[in-house]
């Protein structure tokens, strides 16, 4: 949106001039369909090892970006997942390098971080944050360790991650952070509780942050999917026998058909495709800054996420729409 002097609300708040941009693609569809060009950005992905992430690092580095796929245990370069990055990097002269960075660590996710900015040669243009795990079974079983498991990695994690990225992105006044949320970041469902409150809590976050980094000049969209197929729910059933052993025979028991019910959850077929993700983001990144939505769901049934994002807008803007918050909130509304 501009004001009276055609300048960009996000360029008001920054001060810095308004960027000229193309304007949105006409339809979802047709705009994840097109390719984009992602030359000269540089990308930090986190969870590169497999699903959306090795997706994502791929498609990027294909639409011309410099991309930097992190993963945990990277083993001196010889995990076989980073192997495989990097063998198609070399055979599709791509520019696309792998570093270690398990999301749970700060030290890591410093050094990490670091990296990133150094093969980008200054800030990073975009971080993806979506290094994630699926974790299922009624709220009862969850002890504080197994809870405190889930948060680290789905919601600590992307603190992290951003945190280290975000200094020189100020200091830039440009920049990009994506989180891959869930359609259970908006939605609850039981025997799935403690993935959705780990996914509402990165909604709620991220928009708080969105708000607050618009004087800055940094965008944040939170990223929606729906049910794909991918390993993070086929490593969620790893996760959900493991927190199985820690429950007592009392609750196991007595929550006989909820396990049942859990293990329909983590064991369901899709057969969606999971490229529409990086699509998405890609057509994000490629965006305009100060243009790029705060939420985007992707699905090819995207109704219920639409829905409840339009409430949830709609009380934002009641709230914030006005006073000492309203520029930062316009600034990042849809």
Not at 37 to 52: C, E
Not at 183 to 204: D, H, M, S, W
Not at 238 to 253: G, M, N, P, T
Request: glycine share 10%; aromatic share 6%; net charge neutral.
């Amino acid at each position: 949106m501009t004001n009276e002097n055609g300048l960009s609300r996000r360029a008001v708040l920054g001060g810095a001039a308004a960027v000229a941009g193309a304007a949105a693609m006409a339809g979802r569809a047709a705009a994840q369909a097109e390719a984009v060009d992602l030359s000269g950005k540089s990308v930090l992905i986190t969870g590169a090892s497999s699903g959306f992430g090795r997706l994502a690092s791929l498609h990027f580095a294909r639409s011309g970006a410099t991309v930097i796929a992190s993963m945990r245990n990277l083993k001196g370069g010889k995990r076989p997942e980073a192997q495989e990055l990097m063998d198609v990097a070399s055979g599709e002269k791509l520019k696309l390098s792998v570093v270690e960075i398990d999301v749970t660590k700060d030290d890591q996710v410093a050094k990490g971080v670091t990296r990133a900015e150094e093969i980008a040669a200054g800030a990073l243009d975009a971080v993806l944050n979506n290094a994630g795990i699926g974790v299922g079974g009624p709220a009862e079983f969850y002890d504080m360790e197994n809870l405190q498991r889930a948060f680290d990695v789905n919601l600590f994690g992307y603190q992290r991650v951003a945190r280290a990225a975000l200094p020189k992105m100020r200091a830039r006044r440009e920049g990009l952070i994506v989180q891959v949320s869930s359609q259970l970041g908006r939605l609850v469902l039981p025997n799935i509780g403690a993935y959705c409150a780990t996914k509402f809590a990165v909604e709620a976050l991220f928009e708080a942050m969105a708000y607050e980094l618009a004087p800055f000049g940094v965008d944040v969209t939170i990223i929606q999917p729906g049910g794909y197929p991918t390993k993070i729910w086929k490593n969620g059933e790893r996760y959900f026998e493991e927190l199985l052993e820690s429950v007592d025979d009392e609750r196991k028991a007595a929550y006989a058909g909820h396990i049942e019910m859990a293990e329909g959850l983590l064991g369901g077929a899709y057969s969606t495709d999971p490229m529409d993700v990086p699509r998405a983001i890609g057509e994000i990144i490629a965006m305009p800054p100060g243009k790029r939505p705060l939420r985007r769901p992707v699905h090819p049934n995207t109704q219920a996420s639409d829905a409840l994002n339009a409430a949830h807008a709609q009380v934002q803007a009641a709230v914030l729409g006005q006073g000492r918050y309203k520029e930062w909130h316009d600034a990042v509304t849809d």
